[in-house]
């Protein structure tokens, strides 16, 4: 019995994949915004479409893909749970470059975390403003940057 029921999932996982490849080549509808069914598979096949197809898409975000989804900033679920890890680390790792870049209000440094970030080149700008307290004596430069950056990003 619990051969079959391992059977069963495996083909039931299998079709999910053949359905998603299948929409992949169709085009997905992953594009940050999704229905009552939340993010994950099905906002990516079904997007905002209302009625019964939001049940559908529950259906597939229970399928574990949504809470992979939500931890890793895929499957239209925005940012995962290691963005702001990733960001600090940036920050820290490019201290002495970023805080000449922030400075001047440009440069590559600076254009790399403005894409992590998800902000406009203009952000610079508000950084090159803020440098004072971004760098103020006792200051987390890494946590000043992402409060700033929250303005940014809607």
């Avoid at 229905?35 to 479409?49: T, W």
């Avoid at 931890?71 to 990733?86: H, I, P, R, V, W």
């Avoid at 600076?110 to 307290?133: E, I, R």
């Amino acid at each position: 019995m619990k051969k079959q029921v391992l059977v069963l999932a495996a083909l039931g996982f299998m079709s999910f994949g053949f359905a998603a490849t299948a929409n992949a080549q169709s085009g997905l509808k992953g594009n940050g915004v999704y229905g009552v069914a939340g993010c994950g598979l099905g906002s990516l096949v079904f997007g905002k479409e209302e009625g019964a197809m939001q049940i559908v898409a529950a259906t597939l975000n229970g399928t574990g893909v949504q809470t992979f989804g939500i931890t890793t900033g895929t499957s239209n679920c925005g940012k995962g749970l290691f963005a702001k890890a990733e960001v600090d680390s940036f920050i820290k790792s490019n201290a002495v470059a970023l805080e000449n870049d922030i400075a001047r209000g440009q440069g590559e440094t600076l254009a790399t975390l403005n894409n992590m970030l998800g902000c406009q080149a203009s952000f610079g700008a508000t950084l090159q403003q803020n440098f004072k307290s971004i760098y103020a004596e006792g200051a987390d430069s890494s946590e000043q940057i992402q409060v700033l950056a929250q303005s940014c990003q809607g």
